[in-house]
């Protein structure tokens, strides 16, 4: 395999100091031996872009195309995404962009190789779930979640351009960003698209149109659908072949398309991608009654995880599994029920098996 080395930007510059390619190694090896965890995991990732030994990437999906699974991404693709972000938001050359994704994922490393790609001055800190709390300087663009822009709303003045990706904004968050002067987009894409393919934006709009703007695609990037209406992704620069996801969509033109809803039933809670049969698994040991794990809507988390269990009405019976839960050190704080539905009996299908979308929603009357 031939090497490649991909130049950093002369205009770059990383927490307010310019580095050249030779200095990097150096402050990755520094963030790994002196850092925090977060940044060591940007040490470890800026050390993996360095090394012209390997022209990939090893990134982990977040579960939107199946299950969770690791895969390679070229970094001459990575490059290909940056400069497309660059051209369709116009942060170009000496943009002031923060940095409060997990660098362990694939919207806080593409904020990195859009830094050192496009020349940004970038700044980074701990992806909390209110990254701008201690912030008292401004930005040009930023990259955050639903959830952290929930928690974010008070401070959000600092922020000029704000991408938001990793799950859908709740209509109750689009209200609360109305008449903010941050220009607010909702991004769409996934770690196998290299990160967002297109945006639209969510607040301030110049009309008094209150139907949602489909999502435009960004630069050598187009869509299609198939018969059952899931969307063919179809990005060359990103892509080696067109990608059928699992999204259902109504195409507008082959740029411009909406987003209808999900063909499977991954959770979303907080940007987290969250599989139910996963939960379940994990969850067979403490409960012997038939159950599953389900979503209802939230808005701050988009959705939050529930538990539905075949069992009569019981106050104890609810508070002691929630204390059984909370204690299940297996289960990572998304994945513990926010809520515990207790139902006497299951709706059915016919063969018998557990029908979840009709028991939630009879629940939910």
């Not at 943009?95 to 409060?100: D, E, F, G, H, R």
């Not at 538990?307 to 009569?312: D, Y």
Request: include cysteine; charged fraction near 25%.
């Amino acid at each position: 395999m031939a090497k490649h080395k991909f130049e950093i930007h002369p205009s770059f510059k990383l927490n307010g100091t310019h580095f050249s390619r030779m200095h990097l190694h150096k402050v990755a090896y520094s963030f790994i031996k002196e850092g925090q965890p977060f940044e060591e995991r940007v040490g470890n990732f800026l050390l993996d872009w360095l090394n012209e030994d390997y022209n990939d990437i090893k990134v982990r999906t977040s579960g939107s195309t199946g299950e969770p699974k690791e895969i390679f991404i070229g970094k001459q693709k990575m490059v290909n995404s940056a400069i497309a972000t660059g051209k369709h938001f116009k942060v170009n050359e000496e943009t002031k962009a923060l940095m409060c994704l997990p660098p362990k994922h694939i919207g806080g490393m593409m904020m990195m190789v859009r830094a050192m790609t496009l020349g940004w001055h970038i700044d980074v800190v701990k992806p909390t779930s209110n990254p701008l709390d201690q912030l008292y300087k401004t930005y040009d663009f930023c990259a955050m979640t639903p959830f952290q822009l929930d928690n974010s709303l008070n401070r959000l003045h600092l922020i000029k351009k704000l991408i938001v990706g990793g799950g859908h904004i709740s209509e109750n968050l689009k209200q609360m960003v109305q008449g903010i002067p941050t220009k607010v987009y909702e991004t769409f894409g996934m770690t196998e698209t290299v990160s967002h393919i297109a945006a639209r934006k969510v607040n301030n709009r110049k009309s008094n149109k209150t139907e949602p703007k489909p999502f435009k695609t960004l630069p050598n990037i187009s869509v299609a659908a198939d018969e059952n209406n899931r969307l063919i992704i179809k990005a060359p620069k990103l892509l080696d072949e067109p990608l059928l996801t699992h999204d259902i969509v109504e195409i507008e033109t082959y740029k411009k398309f909406y987003w209808k809803g999900r063909a499977d039933n991954v959770i979303n809670s907080g940007g987290i991608k969250i599989h139910p049969e996963e939960v379940e698994k994990k969850l067979q040991k403490l409960i012997t009654q038939r159950f599953f794990i389900s979503a209802i809507p939230d808005d701050a988390l988009g959705e939050k995880v529930v538990l539905f269990v075949e069992l009569p009405f019981s106050e104890k019976t609810i508070s002691d599994l929630n204390e059984a839960i909370h204690n299940m050190d297996e289960l990572t704080k998304y994945e513990k029920p926010k809520k515990i539905y207790l139902v006497e009996k299951f709706e059915q299908t016919p063969s018998g098996k557990v029908n979840r979308k009709l028991t939630v929603s009879a629940e939910m009357q």
